[in-house]
């Protein structure tokens, strides 16, 4: 057993147990375990199934949908902001020969990765250390909208302090099914968030290019407050923080 063998070495590490493809309940978590790791969880469906054993839940193995960066990128933002803790991509560039990930893989390869990709999920990275990430929680009832078909939104929530909501369009499920509508134009959607009074700053992100699309300041009297969705492709985000 692991942790017997480090209790004897006097070192303690990260214990982490994979568990399904998918989502499933853990039961019966062991106590030495910290990490419950899925492969394939899209929709994060397992994050909520799990949330209360207080231990990081993990998206830990992608692909299967295929080569483009969308479906991964999408995979990453929606799992982190259910209030998952851990995202492990499967990155194809990388091979013998080419350990500087610029392998250049076939259009039949079961999954993705590149360096535009990776710069991505280093701006998920880093929009997530400007938040207190481990006192928030998954709040989807925060924020309110009309969403095209296909299209989900979730809100990480701090109470009173930090809000981090992630809009994205559908998804194609299956061959024959319609592609869904991926970009919306300026002011085509709008959403409601509930804030308490306070001053905020609020900013759109836009997780594809990566960039800032804007930002600006709030005065919240408290309630329900519209924010005119930007013009995006795919998904956009929406980081609202008290100054």
């Known amino acids: 057993m692991i942790s017997e063998t480090e209790t004897g070495l006097g070192a303690r590490h990260l214990i982490s147990q994979n ?13 030495a375990v910290s990490i419950f790791n899925f492969h394939y969880a899209s929709p994060p469906d397992t994050v909520a199934l799990n949330f ?24 990453a933002w929606d799992f982190i ?3 998952g803790g851990l995202f492990n991509h499967l990155d194809y560039s990388f091979t013998a020969g080419h350990e500087d990930g610029t392998f250049v893989y076939p259009a039949s390869q ?23 990430f481990v006192h928030m929680r998954p709040e989807n009832g925060a924020v309110h909208g009309e ?9 990480l929530v701090r109470p009173g302090q930090d809000y981090l909501i992630y809009l994205r369009t559908g998804a194609k499920r299956s061959k024959t099914e319609p592609a869904p509508k991926t970009d919306l134009g300026k002011g085509e959607l709008a959403i409601e968030v509930t804030l308490p009074a306070g001053d905020f700053e609020v900013e759109w992100l836009d997780p594809k290019t990566p960039r800032l699309v804007e930002g600006s ?3 919240s009297k408290g309630g329900a407050r519209q924010f005119s969705v930007p013009a995006f492709e795919e998904d956009v985000v929406l980081a609202i923080q008290r100054r």
């Open 19 to 31: 568990i399904a493809n998918g989502k499933a309940w853990v039961e019966n978590p062991h106590p």
């Open 52 to 75: 209360g054993l207080n231990r990081v839940i993990g998206d830990n193995e992608t692909g299967f949908r295929g080569t483009n960066d969308a479906p991964y990128r999408m995979e």
């Open 81 to 83: 902001v259910a209030g």
């Open 110 to 132: 079961p999954g993705g990765g590149n360096a535009v990709f990776r710069r991505q999920i280093r701006f998920l990275s880093e929009c997530m250390k400007r938040f207190d």
């Open 147 to 155: 969403l095209p078909p296909g299209a989900t939104i979730r809100a």
């Open 217 to 219: 300041t709030l005065a």
